[in-house]
């Protein structure tokens, strides 16, 4: 069965600081990686996306992420935070023609002066 | 206007009453999804559908019910509520297409239930 572990459930950045949100995935093939971001009182925003190919990807508002089969992880980046960055990250797991995205459980980030 | 939309999107009740959350999508996909979030749990599948005629359980389906009324269309229904059905509810979509089978979801903006 397919899981994620976002094993950090609060991360304080200062602004300016750079960022680091871990997830770990369990799945037997090869699979599809998402990270989402939901701002407070909003749904859920893609922010990017792993299928195959370039194992660095990047998405919105200056985050990238980067797929380490040999770890199983998909960690979230970037080098800056902005104080607009504050929100709880999910980071979910899928696979071609399986279409239930398994989420982890969350990391919200909060963001210093 | 937002692509998925939830209605509504704020909703206290009382236990035992039964509650209905509609969900509307503009964008054309097929399959429709329905999560809950509770904090330090994340999302959680209730049910999925992947066309009008194909209705399935998630992970947490029991006090729950669905209805897929068009393609654009699929409601929750809580037949009797009770307090540890508080949560966001969220709805979702994606789209089986060539070429666009990635499994990516859609959000609406979420539905809060209050059950007291």
């Known amino acids: 069965a397919q899981s994620v572990t976002q094993p950090d459930i609060h991360i304080t950045v200062s602004e300016g600081a750079s960022l680091e949100l871990r997830c770990n995935y369990s799945?037997?093939?090869?699979?599809?990686l998402f990270w989402y971001v939901q701002s407070p009182g909003q749904g859920l925003q893609l922010l990017l996306k792993?299928?195959?190919?370039?194992?660095l990807v990047q998405g919105i508002k200056g985050f990238e992420a980067e797929f380490k089969r040999s770890q199983s992880s998909f960690n979230l980046r970037k080098p800056s935070v902005h104080w607009s960055d504050a929100a709880e990250y999910f980071c979910?797991?899928?696979?071609?023609?399986?279409?239930?995205?398994?989420f982890g459980t969350g990391t919200r980030l909060l963001v210093s002066p | 206007d937002a692509d998925v939309t939830q209605t509504p999107r704020n909703r206290i009740t009382k236990t035992g009453k039964r509650i209905m959350l509609e969900c509307s999508q503009t964008?054309?996909?097929?399959?429709m999804y329905w999560y809950r979030q509770d904090p330090g749990l994340g999302l959680q599948l209730i049910y999925y559908?992947?066309?009008?005629?194909?209705?399935n359980k998630g992970e947490i389906s029991d006090g729950y019910s669905v209805s897929r009324q068009a393609q654009a269309k699929f409601s929750l229904s809580l037949e009797s509520a009770i307090p540890n059905q508080t949560a966001l509810y969220f709805c979702?979509?994606?789209?089986?297409?060539?070429?666009?089978?990635?499994?990516?979801?859609?959000f609406g903006e979420g539905s809060r239930l209050t059950v007291l």
């Open positions: 979910a797991v899928g696979a071609r023609g399986f279409q239930k995205l398994v």
């Open positions: 799945y037997g093939a090869t699979p599809y």
């Open positions: 559908s992947f066309d009008v005629k194909d209705i």
């Open positions: 792993y299928f195959s190919g370039d194992t």
């Open positions: 964008k054309g996909h097929d399959r």
């Open positions: 979702a979509t994606s789209d089986s297409g060539t070429g666009a089978d990635t499994g990516e979801l859609f």
